[in-house]
């Protein structure tokens, strides 16, 4: 990494950075984009299977406390072919994802509604904000606070699904406060 002000990580390096969330993410590098000063970070897989690693893009102008652990010696070996197309698809969605979290946060939604949010993105797709409305396959609304009595629309059928949802996180959120570290990861940010 340079020391002049134009930063730059050689590929290989082992980072450390921490998040806005207080999340520290460590990682090899794999990419480093200058110009928007994104990171790309292959660390150990979350789920524990040796096959397979967490690839993690860090936006730095969002990080503090970046620290190089180590610089790289040697150029790379060559990585195996990747699906450049489904990485700049997960790229794309995770910009979305983050754009649609800082449009929420500009308009008041609660972290409540946030973390509701995030839980019906999980199982549906066509989740995005309407306001301070959580709008779900354009049918079905969830308005603050975000309990199952404000799921609303006109598809009985959506509408009791989402409302599951919804009652599923308020369980699961509530065994969570209530003690209970079983769910305790349930609204973990990736």
């Known amino acids: 990494m340079a020391s002049d002000g134009n930063e730059y990580f050689s590929v290989g390096s082992l ?19 200058q110009p928007t000063k994104m990171l790309i970070l292959k660390s150990p897989s979350s789920c524990g299977r040796p096959s397979v690693n ?27 072919v990747q699906n450049v197309e489904r990485l700049k698809k997960r790229v794309r969605m995770e910009v979305e994802r983050k754009q649609h979290m800082i449009t929420a946060l500009e308009s008041g939604v609660s ?15 066509d989740v995005a904000w309407e306001g301070k409305n959580i709008r779900v396959m354009d049918q079905v609304t969830i308005s603050p606070p ?38 305790s990861n349930t609204l973990a940010s990736p």
């Not at 967490?54 to 990585?79: F, I, W, Y």
């Not at 972290?111 to 797709?125: C, D, Q, S, W, Y």
């Not at 609303?152 to 509408?159: F, I």
């Open 54 to 80: 967490d690839a993690h893009v860090v936006n730095l102008g969002q990080v503090s406390d970046v620290q190089v652990k180590r610089e790289a010696t040697a150029s790379p070996p060559p990585h195996p």
């Open 111 to 125: 972290p409540e509604g946030l973390k509701l949010f995030n839980a019906v993105k999980r199982t549906i797709e």
């Open 146 to 183: 975000y309990h199952p009595e404000n799921v609303q629309g006109n598809m009985e059928k959506a509408v009791n699904h989402v409302r599951k949802i919804v009652e599923k996180y308020m369980k699961d959120h509530s065994d969570t406060k209530g003690g209970s570290s079983e769910n």
């Open 15 to 33: 980072v450390s950075c921490k998040t806005c969330h207080n999340q520290v993410i460590e990682g090899e590098v794999l990419a480093f984009d």
